[in-house]
């Protein structure tokens, strides 16, 4: 079994560690060995990466705007300074040893913004009318429609599907894309909601959470999982 790890959230007050059990399951279906990583010191990153053969980039709360160059707006949420620098420098670090990496939500703004994009810090301040990105409904529910781009890794990942339905929980999204990066998918409202390197053998991000839908057999849930462990196997 390839040991794969996942990012975990985290809250300085009170403290604690949050990953999804989603997750853990998603992995080990797609026959691989979940690592829950979290870290205090920047120089664990390498001794992280020595333990892992691909990298997931979990879903949470807000990145710090400090590290694609803003100033906080409004509405940008709580962040964990300890996680994006935890998150930015193992990223950093995968991409560098073209280790896989699949990065879910907060996970895909975390690469664009490694990769030096940046993210719109609430999509309110995104022009022209949205949908619904944030759903009150179970979070396995296919919420939204979107449309992907054929050539592209996504669309190989899930061949027949030039349009999805997936569930929805954020309030940002990727705005400039990041050095080598393309638009893998979007939402009818414009809203990017996949992005991949072309630079690298598998970097691909979704602003979707696939881990919850991954145990109902929704399109778009589990097939991103056994993706990343095939290119794990690769490496």
């Known amino acids: 079994m390839l040991p794969v790890g996942i990012t975990c959230g985290s809250r300085e007050k009170p403290r604690y560690l949050k990953l999804s059990w989603d997750y853990i399951n998603a992995v080990e279906r ?7 990583l979290m870290f205090f010191r920047q120089e664990s990153a390498r001794t992280a990466m020595g333990m892992i053969r691909g990298l997931i980039l979990s879903g949470g709360g807000d990145v710090d705007p400090y590290f ?7 509405g940008c949420g709580e962040i964990s300074p300890l ?4 998150e930015l420098e193992l990223t950093k670090l995968a991409l560098e040893a073209k280790m896989p990496i699949l990065g879910i939500c907060r996970g895909a703004q975390v690469l664009n913004i490694a990769l030096g994009g ?5 999509l309110s301040l995104k022009k022209g009318p949205l949908l619904e990105h944030m759903q009150k409904a179970p979070t396995y529910h296919p919420f939204h429609r979107l449309t992907i781009i054929g050539g592209t890794r996504l669309s190989e990942i899930l061949p027949g599907h030039t349009e999805l339905r997936v569930n929805s929980f954020h309030h940002q999204a990727v705005g400039k894309l990041g050095e080598g990066l393309i638009i ?3 939402a009818t409202d414009g809203v990017v909601e996949a992005v991949e390197s072309t630079r690298h053998p598998f970097a691909l991000g979704v602003q979707w959470h696939p881990e919850a839908m991954a145990g109902k057999n929704i399109p778009g849930g589990q097939e991103l999982f056994d993706a990343l462990l095939q290119a794990a196997a690769q490496y």
């Open 118 to 122: 940046d993210i719109f810090q609430d």
């Open 68 to 74: 694609f160059g803003e100033e906080p707006l409004s």
């Open 30 to 36: 797609a026959g691989g060995f979940p690592v829950p």
């Open 83 to 86: 996680r994006d620098k935890m």
């Open 184 to 186: 893998s998918a979007y």
